[in-house]
């Protein structure tokens, strides 16, 4: 073993008596359920509108807050994280998320239910970063891929398997049930981490910075917000609303940056970036998730408007993807951790690039099989890519940094999201926009249809393009070493 190996081992000798497995399992099972949810409610939105008497554009608020508030808290959550145990984060946060859920199945109007939504999102952005934190605390970083690749099971298995779940219980059962369904395993969750869940991270309690928590929400919350809003909205981009939440966004982020640059104890320690693995990973993670989102959101739209699929059918079309990529995810881990990155991050850009421009020859006449076939491709490059790059990336940081690099990374992936949908569904606009002023027949559902075939495809093109920059950026991919501490 080298220096640095030993040096990094040194740090989990304190750790040799706890038992890592019913933390790792505690984890997964409470991580689970409050990403599941993410997606749980997206397929009852039209049914919500009639019940709860509210037009579209309000009901979207059930998604959008949801985005909105784990956008502003998981950055707030690198201070939180040095602040309170591991235990008091976690049971804190699904206790946050057990009484959004039960707030909701009870809620007698939008407004309730939007606040129990907001509740909800306040327990999984505490989660994100505890959950990731607690596995590098626990596992040294030549073991750590096997473990990251647990929880990337739970992040890509559970939004994947929401719409379909959501749409079993919504062929039986009111919306209500959504909630009903997930409130038990919420509790359990809690039960579970109260017996089993160690502390394993320090607690330091640094200066609060009430400030840079201000210019972080502004910041980040009008990022995430304006292109959650652009993507969502009629109006796009010319909205006031839009552009000018971009704009007091983007001015708060700049202050915020050089805020933290200049902090002694910043609040989110950029210097992370320092560390040139971690920097690339990012990078790379950003515009994977960039190519990510122009398939879940496009593929979808196509289903459902352009080959008339139910959501029911449109989320079964979409499911082995998603469940292969959450199984693949553990294996990849394992990989990882016997041949390091880049055996696994370049050939998975090399078939993402295959599979973008393989979506770029779908039209109206391609069937279920093919677009699976081509999902399920997809869905493997990306387990190539996410958590191998992710891991390598962290190893690299000293043990100080651990809350900041996990903070900043699921940060970037929410504005990353964000970005991605407002992105693409506008390049997917005017195309659709292009192909209907040279229609002899705009009005008509054929020609209808065929624009949005078009908007995809077009989308899917730029989308390549997202993943010919992450082969390249692959090749520059090293095993990052343990710093010596």
């Known amino acids: 073993?080298?220096?640095?190996?030993?040096?990094?081992?040194?740090?989990?000798?304190?750790?040799?008596?706890?038992?890592?497995?019913?933390?790792?399992?505690?984890?997964?099972?409470?991580?689970?359920?409050?990403?599941?949810?993410?997606?749980?409610?997206?397929?009852?939105?039209?049914?919500?509108?009639?019940?709860?008497?509210?037009?579209?554009?309000?009901?979207?608020?059930?998604?959008?807050?949801?985005?909105?508030?784990?956008?502003?808290?998981?950055?707030?959550?690198?201070?939180?994280v040095q602040w309170f145990t591991t235990r008091q984060m976690f049971i804190g946060a699904m206790v946050l998320f057990t009484l959004g859920t039960l707030v909701c199945a009870i809620a007698p109007n939008f407004y309730v239910l939007l606040i129990g939504r907001i509740i909800q999102a306040l327990g999984t952005g505490l989660m994100l970063p505890v959950m990731m934190n607690t596995i590098l605390v626990l596992y040294p970083p030549e073991k750590r891929g096997a473990a990251m690749g647990s929880?990337?099971?739970?992040?890509?298995?559970?939004?994947?398997?929401?719409?379909?779940?959501?749409?079993?219980?919504?062929?039986?059962?009111?919306?209500?049930w959504l909630f009903y369904f997930v409130l038990p395993f919420a509790v359990i969750s809690v039960i579970i981490a109260a017996v089993y869940l160690k502390n394993?991270?320090?607690?330091?309690?640094?200066?609060?910075?009430?400030?840079?928590?201000?210019l972080s929400t502004i910041g980040f919350g009008g990022i995430v917000y304006g292109f959650s809003s652009a993507g969502s909205g009629s109006d796009g981009w010319s909205n006031p609303e839009v552009y000018l939440t971009l704009i007091v966004g983007g001015i708060s982020l700049l202050?915020?940056?050089?805020?933290?640059?200049?902090?002694?104890?910043?609040?989110?320690?950029?210097?992370?970036?320092?560390?040139?693995?971690?920097?690339?990973?990012?990078?790379?993670?950003?515009?994977?998730?960039?190519?990510?989102?122009?398939?879940?959101?496009?593929?979808?739209?196509?289903?459902?408007?352009?080959?008339?699929?139910?959501?029911?059918?449109?989320?079964?079309?979409l499911l082995p993807g998603g469940v292969l990529n959450g199984f693949l995810s553990p294996l990849t881990g394992r990989l990882f951790d016997k041949f390091g990155p880049r055996a696994l991050v370049i050939p998975g850009s090399a078939i993402l690039v295959l599979v973008m421009w393989l979506f770029t020859q779908i039209d109206l006449d391609t069937g279920k099989g093919t677009i699976i076939l081509y999902h399920c491709i997809m869905m493997v490059a990306i387990s190539m890519i996410m958590m191998p790059a992710q891991t390598n990336g962290l190893n690299q940081l000293p043990r100080r940094y651990y809350p900041h690099g996990t903070a900043i990374l699921n940060t970037l992936t929410q504005v990353a999201g964000a970005i991605g949908v407002a992105f693409f569904i506008s390049i997917m606009s005017a195309s659709q926009k292009d192909y209907l002023a040279g229609s002899s027949d705009p009005t008509a559902p054929h020609e209808m249809a065929e624009s949005l075939s078009a908007g995809v495809q077009s989308s899917f093109s730029v989308g390549m393009i997202f993943a010919i920059v992450a082969v390249v950026l692959s090749f520059f991919v090293r095993r990052a070493k343990a710093p010596q501490e």
């Open 1 to 80: 073993m080298n220096p640095a190996n030993e040096a990094a081992g040194a740090q989990y000798k304190d750790l040799e008596n706890i038992k890592r497995l019913p933390i790792l399992i505690t984890l997964v099972i409470g991580a689970f359920f409050s990403i599941l949810n993410e997606t749980l409610l997206n397929i009852a939105l039209v049914d919500l509108t009639v019940d709860l008497n509210v037009p579209y554009n309000t009901i979207q608020w059930l998604s959008t807050s949801y985005l909105l508030v784990v956008g502003i808290l998981i950055p707030i959550s690198a201070l939180l």
């Open 151 to 176: 929880i990337g099971l739970v992040i890509m298995f559970a939004p994947a398997i929401g719409p379909t779940l959501s749409g079993l219980i919504l062929d039986s059962f009111e919306w209500r």
């Open 200 to 214: 394993v991270s320090d607690v330091t309690k640094p200066r609060v910075d009430v400030l840079s928590i201000i």
């Open 255 to 317: 202050f915020f940056v050089y805020r933290q640059l200049n902090s002694k104890e910043p609040m989110l320690d950029l210097r992370a970036f320092l560390s040139p693995m971690f920097s690339l990973s990012t990078v790379l993670i950003i515009i994977v998730m960039m190519a990510l989102f122009s398939t879940l959101l496009l593929l979808p739209i196509l289903l459902q408007q352009g080959l008339l699929m139910t959501a029911f059918t449109a989320g079964l079309v």
